[in-house]
């Protein structure tokens, strides 16, 4: 038997299920949210598949480059399924709840891919770091088995290093209220229901988040300052304009992506306000991933002249 919040009767009271406050109780309201979600989601979706079968299909994009960005699409198209979907069915009913296991699953898969983005981030900037400042060796030293290691390697810390987190913020005891007034089961609103002192956990917090973080966004800093010094050498204009414009995608991506997640989880608790932190989850959960693809496609003439080549393929069938 357990009572209306989730809990169960007696002296130890434990939260089974938690329920979603999110942006609005009004029905009305939370259709158009539904609605919008699902064109973002569509659109994310698309863009995604677009550029992993791209990538895929067209020979001329095999390279370490396009190699990550394969990847990072699948990544990303995995990011907005963990958060959209029951997004749009908490919209659409009136229980909004999720179980106490699926929050824990749901913090771990968002963290764990949000993870993996960093690192994986990073490896991009290195790989146009050794395409720009080590032209001659770069066939040697990012040959494809290479590459394979970095993105496992990237997976791995990304399934690894949220664990320990997720595993100790759900070890705590949660005897009630179970109302998470967020839209997805995110550290801070989560481990505020957490019963007792959190101080200590909030360290080992943001310790870990920092950790996850500083050392790959130092990795494509150290990356950037040593293009930007073999760029500035270059005496050739047209050499120049190339190098900055495979590095100009790249490099936006990791401010939409780096800047909203350090603003998000690097900050203090006394910082956080829940208005202001469902805007900026909104930002690097949906947003970003939803642009990644058209930041890509619009700013990549490789990738327009593949696009271009695979509508041709898709026609000649019927050509005469």
């Not at 699902?38 to 190699?67: E, K, Q, R, V, W």
């Not at 290479?146 to 993105?151: F, G, K, L, T, V």
């Not at 209220?177 to 943001?206: K, M, W, Y």
């Not at 058209?294 to 593949?306: D, F, G, T």
Request: with cysteine; proline share 5%.
């Amino acid at each position: 038997m357990y009572f209306a919040n989730g809990t169960a009767p007696g002296n130890q009271s434990w939260v089974t299920h938690f329920v979603f406050l999110g942006f609005s109780q009004d029905p009305a309201t939370r259709a158009m949210l539904c609605v919008a979600l699902s064109c973002i989601y569509t659109l994310s979706l698309m863009g995604n598949s677009i550029i992993i079968l791209l990538t895929a299909l067209d020979s001329t994009l095999h390279t370490p480059m396009y190699f990550f960005l394969w990847h990072l699409s699948v990544l990303e198209g995995c990011y907005i399924s963990v958060t959209i979907p029951k997004m749009m069915a908490n919209f659409l009913s009136e229980e909004r709840t999720i179980s106490f296991i699926g929050c824990a699953l749901q913090m771990h898969f968002i963290l764990s891919l949000g993870t993996a983005e960093c690192y994986l981030l990073a490896a991009m900037a290195y790989d146009r770091y050794r395409a720009i400042c080590s032209p001659l060796h770069y066939p040697v030293i990012m040959n494809p088995t290479a590459c394979a290691r970095m993105a496992a390697a990237c997976w791995l810390c990304g399934v690894l290093m949220p664990m320990g987190k997720v595993i100790w913020i759900f070890s705590m005891p949660y005897c009630g209220p179970n109302e998470i007034n967020h839209f997805f089961c995110d550290i801070h609103p989560v481990l505020r229901l957490a019963c007792g002192d959190t101080s200590q956990s909030e360290v080992f917090i943001v310790l870990i988040s920092f950790i996850i973080t500083v050392f790959p966004f130092l990795t494509v800093l150290v990356s950037y300052a040593c293009i930007l010094s073999t760029v500035l050498k270059t005496t050739s204009s047209q050499g120049r304009h190339k190098a900055f414009s495979t590095c100009s995608s790249h490099l936006t991506v990791v401010v939409l992506f780096y800047g909203s997640a350090c603003a998000m989880y690097l900050r203090p608790k006394s910082s956080h306000v829940a208005d202001i932190d469902r805007v900026m989850a909104l930002f690097y959960t949906i947003v970003t991933p939803t642009l990644n693809p058209i930041i890509y496609s619009l700013r990549n003439q490789e990738v327009k002249a593949a696009l271009r080549r695979l509508r041709g393929r898709k026609r000649l069938p019927g050509t005469i």
